[in-house]
Structure formats: C-alpha cells, structure tokens
C-alpha cells in the first residue's frame, strides 16, 4: 500500500483526530489555487465561518492533499509552489476521478480520511460535520438533500439534475438501496475502513461513490449521513455524452456483480 511522504509529526487526541484532506485534481490550473486558498484560510482559523460550520480551530491536524490525476496542465506544479507546510502533491498517472480518490486515501494514514472536489463545491467550514459524524460511526456521507426537503442540487443546470435523478433511481435500485446522496463528493472514512474499502475498488470513473456505499454496506460499516452546503461550480471537467451515460451505466451493472463474493467483517 502506497503512502504519504514526508507527513508532518501533529499530536493528535481522541477529541481532536489527525485528519487528512484528499483533493482530486484533473487540469485545475485555473480553480486549484483560489480553492486552495480559501481552504487554507479557513484551516488557519482566518474565514468567517459560514452557515452550519464551525470555527477551524475545533478541529485537530489537517493535512491537505492533492491527488494529480495526469493532469497535462500546470496543476500539480500551482501546489508545489505554495509554501504550506501541509499540504502535500501526489502525481498519479491519468485514471479518472476515481482512481485519484483511491490513490489518496490509500496513501494516507492520519486517524480520519476525507474527500471533497477539488472546486470545494462544498465549503471547507462544512468539514467538521463529517469529523462529528465520525466520532460514532465508520463514515461520514455528505448529503445535498436536508432533512426539511431542500435540496442543494437546484443550483445546478436543468440537465445535470435530470441526470442526477436518473443516476440516483438506478444506483439506489442496483447498488446502493434507498437513501444516500451518492454523487455528493463530500465524504469521511475511519483510517479502517478507508484502506479497507479503497483497496477493493475497482471502478475508476464517476460510479465510484455508488461502489463504495455498496461495499462500505456489504462490510458491515456504519454510516452517517450528514446534511452539508453545497452549490455548483462552473467549470466542471465533466462533459455528459453518449458515451459517458454508457459507460456509467455499465460500471452500476457491474459492481455488484464484481463484488458479489464480498462478505462482512
């Protein structure tokens, strides 16, 4: 299993876990470094906090890093050059979303492992929510859908939450059973179950939450669904077409059949 180089030494405690903070990246030259600064900002205790989250200062060691999925632009060089001391670059050969989230979480080795987007769709003061929901359960799912029925996805364009929708009847009816915000990509794992479930991953596009959720359930993990802000931003690197909505398709039919002889811990 692959790891971080040169992690800082934090001191970390029961209340205050060490965390680090998984960013995939794919040419995120133009909006990598404005996250980064407003996720650093937030991290050194200096953003005003936002509505539903909590001062940085609650939280224990976060250490950043950026999962360079092949990027053929200047992303990965734009978070070399910053001097925080933790944040850290992992170059990856181009895979895919999903194969840069694993690279990450198998390369990390703090008590909690989190992902979000690389854009921070959802805002770094909402992180606290998944390392509260941690506390007791295995992993924390950051959800757009609120318990009074608002739904955080309306700021996204028509078609993208058409094609939610449909995703999410498939994933849920397939996959995943009822419930959870799958393509959320806000979401806390113990050390545990990260390696766990990240070493048996096998899809590498877009379904990997779904695969996840459907082997975090076959293992018997407890999970946490956790109400989080969100809005879109623009400049996704993801393009809907045929040839996408066949490929994630394919890979919703294909997870439990590769991971039919899974069985509980």
């Given at each position: 299993m692959r790891r971080m180089p040169d992690s800082p030494e934090e001191s970390a405690s029961p209340s205050r876990p060490s965390v680090t903070l998984v960013l995939p990246?794919?040419?995120?030259?133009d909006r990598i470094g404005s996250a980064l600064d407003e996720l650093f900002a937030y991290l050194n205790n200096q953003a005003p906090?936002?509505?539903?989250?909590?001062?940085?200062?609650?939280?224990?060691?976060?250490l950043v890093l950026v999962v360079d999925d092949g990027s053929d632009d200047d992303t990965a060089a734009i978070v070399e050059a910053r001097h925080e001391t933790k944040l850290r670059v992992l170059r990856e050969p181009h895979t895919g979303k999903g194969g840069a989230v694993r690279a990450g979480m198998l390369?990390?080795?703090?008590?909690?492992?989190?992902?979000?987007?690389?854009?921070?769709?959802?805002?770094a003061d909402q992180l606290p929510l998944l390392i509260d929901a941690l506390a007791t359960?295995?992993?924390?799912?950051?959800?757009r859908v609120h318990p009074d029925g608002s739904d955080r996805r309306s700021t996204q364009p028509r078609h993208r939450r058409a094609l939610g929708k449909v995703f999410h009847a498939l994933a849920a009816f397939w996959v995943?059973?009822?419930?959870?915000?799958?393509q959320c990509g806000f979401k806390g794992f113990s050390r545990e179950a990260a390696h766990d479930l990240f070493a048996r991953q096998k899809i590498g596009s877009i379904v990997f939450d779904a695969e996840i959720i459907h082997l975090a359930r076959r293992r018997g993990y407890s999970m946490a669904v956790v109400p989080v802000q969100w809005s879109d931003k623009r400049g996704s690197r993801m393009r809907v077409s045929p040839w996408l909505a066949g490929r994630v398709l394919l890979d919703l039919v294909?997870?439990?059949?590769?991971?039919?002889?899974?069985?509980?811990?």
């Amino acid at each position: 299993m692959r790891r971080m180089p040169d992690s800082p030494e934090e001191s970390a405690s029961p209340s205050r876990p060490s965390v680090t903070l998984v960013l995939p990246a794919y040419n995120e030259q133009d909006r990598i470094g404005s996250a980064l600064d407003e996720l650093f900002a937030y991290l050194n205790n200096q953003a005003p906090g936002r509505q539903g989250g909590r001062p940085a200062s609650d939280m224990g060691p976060v250490l950043v890093l950026v999962v360079d999925d092949g990027s053929d632009d200047d992303t990965a060089a734009i978070v070399e050059a910053r001097h925080e001391t933790k944040l850290r670059v992992l170059r990856e050969p181009h895979t895919g979303k999903g194969g840069a989230v694993r690279a990450g979480m198998l390369a990390a080795d703090t008590d909690l492992i989190l992902f979000a987007d690389a854009d921070l769709a959802t805002p770094a003061d909402q992180l606290p929510l998944l390392i509260d929901a941690l506390a007791t359960n295995d992993i924390a799912l950051g959800s757009r859908v609120h318990p009074d029925g608002s739904d955080r996805r309306s700021t996204q364009p028509r078609h993208r939450r058409a094609l939610g929708k449909v995703f999410h009847a498939l994933a849920a009816f397939w996959v995943t059973g009822p419930g959870p915000d799958t393509q959320c990509g806000f979401k806390g794992f113990s050390r545990e179950a990260a390696h766990d479930l990240f070493a048996r991953q096998k899809i590498g596009s877009i379904v990997f939450d779904a695969e996840i959720i459907h082997l975090a359930r076959r293992r018997g993990y407890s999970m946490a669904v956790v109400p989080v802000q969100w809005s879109d931003k623009r400049g996704s690197r993801m393009r809907v077409s045929p040839w996408l909505a066949g490929r994630v398709l394919l890979d919703l039919v294909r997870i439990p059949l590769i991971h039919r002889g899974v069985r509980r811990r």
